[in-house]
């Protein structure tokens, strides 16, 4: 009895018919989106990086050879790309404090349905519009400059970040908030006390991945006049200048993997 009693735990929970059916339909649903938008997506055009390979080469020749020959440019273009991370701290600094409250406000076992939902609905349209239709948005309020940046990666990674740490705080175990609620805990204590250590990993695992993002789209907002190395890249770009180009491009990809190992050895530190 217990042989059988074993052999029947090892086996696979049965599933319905109704799952089963479910399950071929998403998967029947996902494959017909992808022939759908075969064609849209011109994935049939693929065996033109073949044919073209020469040109494309030509073209990447002097990215090949990338001018560092001018220490005084080289060192403006670092300048420049400490203003775009500069961009991205505050961008993400003023996302995260803009961000916790409206996660409470979105989380449905926090706030109440009449509340999560308006807020998630504003979430939505924030993470929607991209950095640099914000970003555009902002240079006519307060003109060319970082400032435009930051406000514009606020806005986005604020409706980012709400989401991510809401979905956080509805994952939560129930047990530790009650046993706040069963001491006379308000609710303000429940979210301190039972809530904020569980996401407090998961939050902040977010958080330096959002820095991470934001350095990169730091760098594409300079080509709309938000300042940084981005705008310097831009102009190298439309002079046809691609030694500087790859020059810039290497300073970019050298910050950026410094930015990963400083956030790697942060969360390490703090998760």
């Known amino acids: 009895m217990a042989e059988i009693a074993s052999l029947d735990a090892l086996r696979p929970p049965r599933t319905s018919l109704r799952d089963k059916l479910l399950t071929w339909g998403l998967w029947l649903g996902f494959g017909l989106l992808l022939a759908l938008s075969f064609k849209g997506a ?3 055009d693929l065996p033109l990086l073949g044919r073209n390979w ?7 020749r002097d990215y090949l050879h990338p001018d560092f020959s001018d220490r005084t440019t080289i060192a403006y273009y670092v300048r420049e790309m400490w203003v775009t991370i500069q961009v991205a701290i505050w961008g993400t ?33 924030l993470r929607a519009v ?13 003109g060319p400059g970082p400032l435009a940046g930051v406000l514009a990666l606020a806005l986005h990674n604020t409706g980012v970040l709400a989401k991510l740490f809401s979905e956080a705080v509805e994952a939560v175990d129930q047990p530790p908030i009650e046993g706040v609620r069963a001491t006379g805990g308000t609710r303000l204590q429940e979210i301190v006390w039972g809530v904020m250590p569980q996401v407090g990993p998961l939050w902040t695992s977010f958080a330096l991945y959002r820095f991470e993002s934001s350095a990169r789209s730091a760098t594409v907002l300079g080509l709309i006049g938000a300042g940084g190395i981005g705008q310097v890249l831009f102009d190298n770009i439309n002079s046809f200048n691609y030694a500087r180009v790859s020059a810039i491009a290497l300073i970019i990809i050298g910050a950026v993997i410094l930015i990963d190992m400083t956030s790697a050895a942060l969360r390490k530190r703090l998760v």
């Open 54 to 60: 020469g040109n494309t080469s030509t073209y990447l």
């Open 130 to 142: 991209n950095e640099l239709v914000l970003g555009t948005a902002f240079l006519v309020a307060v």
């Open 93 to 125: 600094v003023l996302s995260i404090g803009l961000a916790i409250p409206f996660s409470l406000l979105c989380a449905t076992n926090i706030a109440p349905a009449w509340i999560s939902f308006p807020v998630r609905r504003a979430m939505d349209m």
């Open 42 to 44: 011109q994935i049939g």
